[in-house]
């Protein structure tokens, strides 16, 4: 079994940062692309920000030049930080990755159980 299990969200004052860490455990062969996406109250969940194995990275229009993806392969972790926050961006994150499962070698798609982030002053 493989699990994501998200730390880091919370309120936050508008202006301020937040950074958001995602750890994958279980049987893991591999992990190929990791990500965050967001869903806001009566929307519809969004890509915010995906990166490679390899580091390679994009984002969503409405966070780049303020939050900045990464990751620790040794780890398994994958990280946003968040700066620059706004109303706006006030949801609930999950991460997801596309593992390779040490049990059978599949690659499948998995997600975090999803994470509260609070701009607001």
């Known amino acids: 079994q493989v699990q994501l299990v998200e730390s880091g969200g919370g309120l936050v004052q508008p202006g301020g940062s937040l950074r958001l860490s995602c750890t994958a455990s279980?049987?893991?062969?591999?992990?190929?692309?990791m990500g965050w996406y967001r869903q806001a109250p009566g929307k519809q969940r969004e890509s915010v920000a995906a990166?490679?194995?390899?580091?390679?990275?994009n984002y969503a229009d409405s966070v780049k030049g303020r939050f900045t993806i990464s990751r620790d392969n040794a780890k398994n972790t994958v990280y946003l930080q968040m700066n620059g926050l706004n109303a706006e961006d006030t949801a609930v994150y999950y991460c997801?990755?596309?593992?390779?499962?040490?049990?059978?070698?599949?690659?499948?798609?998995?997600w975090g159980q999803g994470i509260q982030v609070t701009v607001s002053s």
């Open positions: 997801n990755a596309d593992v390779v499962r040490g049990t059978d070698y599949r690659v499948v798609h998995y």
């Open positions: 279980g049987r893991i062969s591999n992990i190929n692309a």
């Open positions: 990166i490679t194995k390899g580091g390679s990275t």
